[in-house]
Nanobody
Framework: VQLQASGGGLVRPGDSLKLSCAASGRTFSSYTMGWFRQAPGKEREFVAAISWSGGSTYYADSVKGRFTISRDNAKNTVYLQMNSLKPEDTAVYYC????????????????WGQGTLVTVSS
């Protein structure tokens, strides 16, 4: 499976940004997808996940109410809409695929994209 994340950039506090992750090489629509992030000097942390059908979504408390994860199985793409961005959201954002059950532990994910940098600064 190949995952390609895109959409990162430099934005100001309060702005919005939408990340995309395009998948290829496997039946994308059968698997849970997740977004993680890693800030400089910190461990990779869970941001959001979405079930194979899109019917269930999961969020870290730090982003709940501001971020929305979605997917388009026809396009083999998962999205992360990020609103009301804060400086503490600055990180490299990674998309990942888990063959097993949904999880917020990065080590349980089987495939990873290369990451896209989001910088929130005034």
């Amino acid at each position: 499976v190949q995952l390609q994340a895109s959409g990162g950039g430099l934005v100001r506090p309060g702005d919005s940004l939408k990340l995309s992750c395009a998948a290829s090489g496997r039946t994308f629509s059968s698997y849970t997808m997740g977004w993680f992030r890693q800030a400089p000097g910190k461990e990779r942390e869970f941001v959001a996940a979405i079930s194979w059908s899109g019917g269930s979504t999961y969020y870290a408390d730090s982003v709940k109410g501001r971020f929305t994860i979605s997917r388009d199985n026809a396009k083999n793409t998962v999205y992360l809409q990020m609103n009301s961005l804060k400086p503490e959201d600055t990180a490299v954002y990674y998309c990942a695929l888990v063959v097993g059950a949904v999880s917020d532990y990065p080590y349980e994910y089987d495939y990873w994209g290369q990451g896209t940098l989001v910088t929130v600064s005034s």
